[in-house]
């Protein structure tokens, strides 16, 4: 996608006076940012002053933002060497992750080399940075001295954001924030185990806890939002110099009627990697995940910032979907039949099990190309970003949103 970013600074004659009163030069910073294990791409000029660096957008916030599970370009039921091509850490004789994940294979935030902000290539900017970590909470988000902790060896991301504000030039930041507060990782394992164990729905007593949960969890995404507006304001940003991007989170699962596999039998589990019965995976698709974009749009309209929906971003390329297929040594990975998310292997035969329904190297790709789009359009729009039925990951596109 190509699209126009003029008109996205506001007053840039300040913008030269706003950076010669910040005192951190971007050659202290970089060297902090080296202490705090950022994940870069572009180096700042020595002795630059804050915020007139390169430009940058910068990711924070949990997996379906960090890259979990970039490792993988669909799913295939091969456990050995390549995977029909599916297992991109894959070096010809062993399996090397940080190949996809860099050293952050090692503390499992897995910030992967298709991540969203990393394939958000058409922006214009010079530097993508990744702050997110897989599993983080608006707690690892937060500053220290406003509660926030360390999270997997690594400062609170919003303290790290400074050293980033401070030594480029920040245009954007994209903020996937929630879900693990929310305990997406639980509600997965309980439906799974409701499927697989005790032939029973989960969507019941889960919705319940949701509903029980989702106003704190809310309350801590705007204040994630203020802590973010609070560290580029103390470098030296006006509310004009750069946007925030909230988005929410796409089913990895699709509806009962949208699935392959049979509902009966063993086929879901040891074929698709998708345990979930109908009514439940109705549930998750039409009811939960609606639910948290809806929320989580309230407050991006309660802080004025800029939202994208990414609900239905991976429909008909989730787990088990109709309109996809498994990747075998016929047919290849592909981004127009292949999955776009990972599967939850039963087995425990490929990869960690962390990876489990995220968007995969395919739906990264399309997260990218959602956020280029999002970029392009106004600093508080609200859109939803959907891909073209049989088109690859190039087809994302965004509407306006009532």
Not at 96 to 119: I, K, M, W
Request: hydrophobic share 35%; aromatic share 8%.
């Amino acid at each position: 996608m190509e699209f126009a970013v003029s008109g996205f600074r506001t007053a840039r004659s300040t913008r030269t006076a706003r950076a010669a009163r910040r005192t951190r030069t971007a050659l202290v910073s970089a060297f902090s940012a080296g202490l705090l294990g950022l994940t870069l791409v572009g180096a700042p000029p020595a002795g630059a002053e804050a915020g007139s660096g390169p430009t940058a957008i910068v990711s924070m916030g949990d997996s379906y933002i960090s890259g979990e599970a970039g490792r993988w370009r669909g799913n295939s039921l091969t456990n050995t060497g390549s995977r029909d091509g599916t297992d991109r850490a894959w070096t010809g004789s062993t399996y090397d992750p940080t190949r996809v994940y860099g050293e952050t294979a090692l503390n499992g935030c897995h910030r992967s080399d298709s991540a969203e902000v990393q394939s958000a290539t058409g922006t214009g900017v010079q530097a993508r940075i990744n702050l997110a970590c897989s599993g983080a909470t608006t707690s690892n988000v937060f500053r220290a001295a406003s509660g926030g902790t360390a999270y997997k060896g690594e400062a609170p991301q919003a303290d790290r954001l400074a050293a980033v504000a401070a030594a480029y030039d920040v245009q954007a930041v994209a903020l996937s924030i929630g879900g693990n507060d929310l305990g997406f990782a639980s509600i997965i394992e309980r439906c799974a185990k409701d499927y697989i164990v005790w032939y029973s729905y989960c969507h019941d007593d889960q919705q319940v806890l949701v509903d029980r949960r989702i106003d704190a969890v809310m309350a801590n995404v705007g204040k994630a939002v203020d802590e973010i507006r609070a560290v580029m304001g103390a470098a030296g940003y006006g509310t004009g110099d750069y946007r925030i991007v909230l988005q929410s989170y796409p089913s990895p699962i699709p509806r009962g009627r949208e699935n392959r596999y049979s509902e009966s039998g063993w086929s879901r589990v040891h074929t698709g990697g998708c345990p979930f019965w109908n009514k439940d995976a109705d549930w998750a698709r039409d009811s939960l995940v609606p639910q948290l974009a809806d929320r989580l749009r309230g407050v991006a309209t309660a802080k004025g910032v800029q939202f994208l929906d990414l609900r239905d971003m991976l429909q008909g390329r989730e787990v088990c979907a109709t309109g996809s297929r498994l990747v075998t040594a016929a047919q290849p990975p592909s981004a127009t039949t292949s999955e776009w998310a990972r599967w939850i292997d039963s087995n425990g035969t490929q990869g960690p099990v962390q990876e489990s329904m995220h968007p995969n190297h395919y739906g990264q790709l399309g997260q990218g190309r959602c956020l280029e789009l999002a970029y392009a359009a106004g600093p508080t729009s609200h859109r939803t970003c959907r891909n073209t039925p049989g088109a690859g990951t190039s087809g994302m596109y965004l509407t306006a949103l009532p």
